[in-house]
């Protein structure tokens, strides 16, 4: 039985805002994806994914929020035949690696799962989205349970809060347009935890947390309805807004060796970049409305458009 795919994410809007209960706008990427095989002899990659599934196995076992029944006996005869993911999702890139395996684990092994061609009432995806988060914080230690609910579904998602979630429509894109999402390669791979452990004690700080709620989150909010409006002029203005608070405010989220080139889209308003994920590394995201301006501002950086305006 061929194994279904699951594919990458991006957050285009939300980064840490969902974490404390804002708007958010997630989208699939199929570029990259992953799914569960099993392989008669490991390589040093497989054996490093059998081992982790290994770990996810007995956290899920051990962890009695989980508010699902698994199919124990299949995983152990799964896992007895090397179980693996095989993904060329990127880990530590901002994307979702780890929102793909969980999701490809529910799919196959979850008893009374909820499926996706069933009517998704707010209840269920929103059921979704708790027991999938429950089961991300293996990986990265909190998880708001977007990426594997993302990666389920393959459907853009729009977060209201915590708990009103709904699939949504994106504008029709023009591939002949000249402005472009993308995404732009730091090299680097990053860590998630850490970044969520930073961003949770700044939280404790008054200045960031009205920050927080009067900056970050009013701007995010304008930005995800004027994208999803297709409103281009109001979104780069605002974009410009989101991109220069992250510089300012999250600063320890961005690799060192791209404040300048973050700041020099902000001042030249050729591009503006703004977190791809919990950000240390990995992608970033960029919004352009000349992309063939921006490769060659970003020449020798390694870029791929998800999007045309």
Not at 104 to 132: C, G, M, Q, V
Not at 215 to 238: M, P, R
Not at 270 to 293: I, N, P, R, W
Request: proline share 5%; with cysteine; aromatic share 14%.
């Amino acid at each position: 039985m061929k194994s279904p795919l699951f594919f990458a994410k991006i957050l285009l809007f939300g980064e840490y805002g969902i974490i404390k209960d804002s708007k958010g706008l997630s989208i699939p990427y199929n570029f990259f994806r992953g799914a569960l095989k099993n392989i008669k002899v490991h390589n040093d990659t497989t054996l490093a994914s059998h081992e982790k599934l290994l770990e996810f196995a007995q956290y899920l076992k051990n962890t009695p929020k989980i508010p699902v029944v698994f199919d124990w006996n299949q995983i152990k005869k799964d896992l007895d035949q090397n179980l693996y993911f095989d993904s060329s999702i990127p880990q530590g890139y901002g994307i979702g690696s780890s929102g793909a395996l969980v999701a490809a684990f529910y799919d196959r092994y979850a008893l009374d799962k909820i499926t996706i061609l069933e009517n998704l009432t707010p209840d269920k995806l929103s059921f979704l989205k708790r027991t999938f988060a429950r089961m991300e914080s293996f990986f990265h230690g909190t998880s708001s349970g977007l990426d594997p609910l993302n990666s389920y579904l393959s459907l853009p998602i729009l977060i209201h809060s915590k708990d009103q979630i709904e699939p949504t429509g994106l504008p029709a894109q023009n591939p002949q347009g000249k402005g472009a999402v993308f995404l732009l390669d730091s090299g680097i791979s990053g860590e998630t935890a850490p970044m969520i452990s930073l961003f949770l004690e700044n939280m404790k700080k008054e200045s960031f947390s009205n920050m927080m709620r009067d900056e970050f989150t009013t701007v995010t909010d304008f930005c995800i309805e004027d994208f999803l409006k297709g409103n281009i002029k109001s979104l780069f203005k605002n974009i410009k807004s989101l991109s220069s608070i992250v510089l300012k405010y999250f600063r320890p989220m961005i690799p060192p060796e791209f404040h300048d080139l973050w700041r020099k889209g902000i001042e030249t308003n050729t591009y503006y970049l703004k977190l791809c994920g919990s950000g240390g590394g990995g992608f970033m995201l960029g919004f352009t409305k000349d992309y063939e301006a921006t490769e060659k501002a970003l020449k020798g950086y390694r870029l791929e458009v998800v999007y045309h305006f």
